[in-house]
């Protein structure tokens, strides 16, 4: 509640929680979010009924570690649950995989998906999607991204399936493209609907920038909105290189994928200066802008880059109770001592003396 809220407050116009489990074994880590019980519903609306308040759209990323389950936090680099932690009272669990993985370390090896598993995984989307719904959601991300279970299907070098879910990248996108066909079937047509990517695999990898394009394509055909371009999470020895972590960069992401399939794009990735993310709207680059570490360092980030940018009223985009400090903050500080009228330096005067 704090940390959303202290984001609504400051004038954020969409607010995304963290990627949300739809399934418990679909966590990384014990401490992920999740909305796989009905029992999380109310919770979560508690939620979106304070964002809502303050102005903004609340929205949730829906997604499925994959083979990454079963991990401690990022700031232990994600490294493998172990017997030691089940002593701790956080046993490993095994995670799933489109195909078995070759150098993923994990106390239980990530059971490989049959035909049965995929046809429950997307019912499980299905119900989280309701979920979703029923907590008061107006937009639903789908995490297709940072090597997690979609991403897993997309690259041939996590994907090695001989079935129609591998081979060739028709048959890789094909679990993509399920979910996305049943998230927008049991999400209201009138709501937006987002896919995260990954513009390209990572260091070494062979998923590109020509195959997202092709899928942002498939993706607009089944009702998705806008396509939102990360990149990284799946390695290997290729020559791809290593993406630089720039606005620049991510944004020629969003600009390609939106020239060449005609679908809204949203750029992410270090993105920081207010300037910086208005000229990616102006260019039309991308459709939207999205900032994720430089709104926990100032969550009023929206406001301040109002005012940057000319926005006569840029407190208007805080609680009125805020606002209205603030304006008279500035009205009070519109005559500086020592430049006021005769009046104003009077009355300094019977303050300070005449020293």
């Known amino acids: 509640m704090v940390h959303l809220g202290r984001l ?3 004038g954020a116009g969409i607010i995304f929680g963290e990627e949300t489990a739809i399934e418990a074994i679909g966590r990384k880590t014990y ?6 019980n009905d029992s999380h519903v109310p919770r979560y609306r508690r939620l979106t009924d304070m964002m809502r308040s303050h102005g903004a759209v609340p929205a949730i990323q829906l997604g499925h570690s994959g083979r990454q389950a079963s991990c401690h936090h990022p700031d232990q680099n994600f490294k ?14 095994q995670g799933v995989t489109p195909s078995a993985p070759e150098q993923i370390p994990r106390h239980y090896l990530p059971k490989v998906m049959d035909l049965d598993d995929i046809r429950t995984m ?13 907590a008061g959601f107006d937009i639903i991300e789908i995490h297709g991204a940072h090597g997690y279970l979609i991403h897993q299907f997309l690259s041939p070098i996590s994907n090695r399936r001989n079935d129609a879910y591998g081979g060739d990248r028709d048959g ?3 679990f993509a493209l399920e979910v996305a066909e049943t998230v927008r079937a049991a999400w209201p047509d009138e709501k937006p609907l987002f896919f995260r990517v990954s513009a390209l695999d990572g260091e070494g990898g062979q998923w590109n920038l020509e195959d997202t394009v092709a899928l942002s394509a498939e993706l607009k055909d089944r009702g998705i909105d806008v396509i939102d371009c990360s990149s990284g999470g799946v390695y290997g020895e290729s020559d791809m290189p290593v993406v ?6 991510r944004a020629a992401f969003a ?13 992410v990735g270090g993105i920081t200066n207010p300037l910086e993310a208005e000229d990616i709207l102006q260019k039309e680059k991308a459709d939207l802008v999205a900032l994720a570490r430089e709104f926990l360092w100032n969550a009023d980030w929206a406001a301040h880059a109002a005012k940057m940018l000319g926005v006569s009223d840029s407190f208007g985009l805080m609680p009125y109770e805020y ?3 603030l304006r008279g903050r500035d009205k009070q500080n519109e005559i500086p001592i020592n430049q006021g009228g005769d009046e104003t330096q009077a009355a300094y005067a019977k303050i300070f003396g005449t020293d």
């Open 122 to 134: 997307l019912g499980t989307w299905r119900e989280a999607t309701q979920r979703s719904v029923d």
């Open 172 to 174: 890789r996108m094909r």
């Open 255 to 267: 600009e390609r994928i939106k020239r060449k399939t005609g679908i809204m794009t949203m750029a």
């Open 323 to 325: 606002a209205f400090r």
């Open 8 to 10: 609504a407050v400051g």
């Open 31 to 36: 401490s992920c979010a999740g909305l796989w």
């Open 244 to 249: 630089p972590y720039t606005a620049e960069v």
């Open 80 to 93: 493998p649950l172990t017997d030691a932690d089940a002593k701790g009272g956080s046993p490993p669990w």
